[in-house]
T-cell receptor
């Protein structure tokens, strides 16, 4: 168990809908990362938050947004869903202290999103 | 050009074989390299990380970085059926932009 919790495990919805994925990082980790993993694209970095503030952005669509709350949990909001958004969405957190530690990410079990 | 390229496999080997998994990367500024193992329908778990060039060993696993050729490798000795998984190489830029290879699927046959 990595200590990173993601809910829900599975999500089935229809095109055009909006969903929210939730992530609780490991105790004490201030950084949260979101990734999308699909069969043809591999693991794609979406966005990073550090202690409530957006730190880095990757290939995140404008229809997607995220935030990190004062208790450090994070939510990824996906709107106007399309068939192509069907994928596994992972959250990861990393330790705060130590230079090498910042390069270590602990992943949650993921949320499997199916858009029908 | 993608930041990290990885042969997707699949790679099938008999139990006890030495496995070699490889990636190439594009930016010479990358200095930290990681290998993750991902079992089916699970999140990636960190196996090893290395800094700059050289080798790092941990039990049956050895990670190797050759900065001159921008090549990273993971060797698994005495492979076991429990090693069957997808292996992802990764690197990071500026401590916050992570780039992953597409993963190599490994099957170790008993």
């Amino acid at each position: 168990d990595s200590g990173v919790t993601q809910t829900p495990k599975h999500l089935i919805t229809a095109t055009g809908q909006r969903v929210t994925l939730r992530c609780s990082p490991r105790s004490g980790d201030l950084s949260v990362y979101w990734y999308q993993q699909s069969l043809d694209q591999g693991l794609q970095f979406l966005i990073q938050y550090y202690n409530g503030e957006e730190r880095a952005k990757g290939n995140i669509l404008e229809r997607f947004s995220a935030q990190q709350f004062p208790d450090l949990h994070s939510e990824l909001n996906l709107s106007s869903l399309e068939l192509g958004d069907s994928a596994l969405y992972f959250c990861a957190s990393s330790p705060t202290t130590g230079k090498l530690a910042k390069n270590i990410q602990y992943f949650g079990a993921g949320t499997r999103l199916s858009v029908l | 050009q993608k930041e990290v390229e990885q042969d997707p496999g699949p790679l099938s080997v008999p139990e006890g074989a030495i496995v070699s998994l490889n990636c190439t990367y594009s930016n010479s500024a990358f200095q930290y390299f990681m290998w993750y193992r991902q079992y089916s329908r699970k999140g990636p778990e960190l196996l090893m990380y290395t800094y700059s060039s050289g080798n790092k060993e941990d039990g049956r696993f050895t990670a190797q970085v050759d900065k001159s050729s921008k090549y990273i490798s993971l060797f698994i000795r005495d492979s076991q059926p429990s090693d069957s998984a997808t292996y992802l190489c990764a690197t990071v830029y500026n401590f916050n932009k992570f780039y992953f290879g597409s993963g190599t699927k490994l099957n170790v046959k008993p």
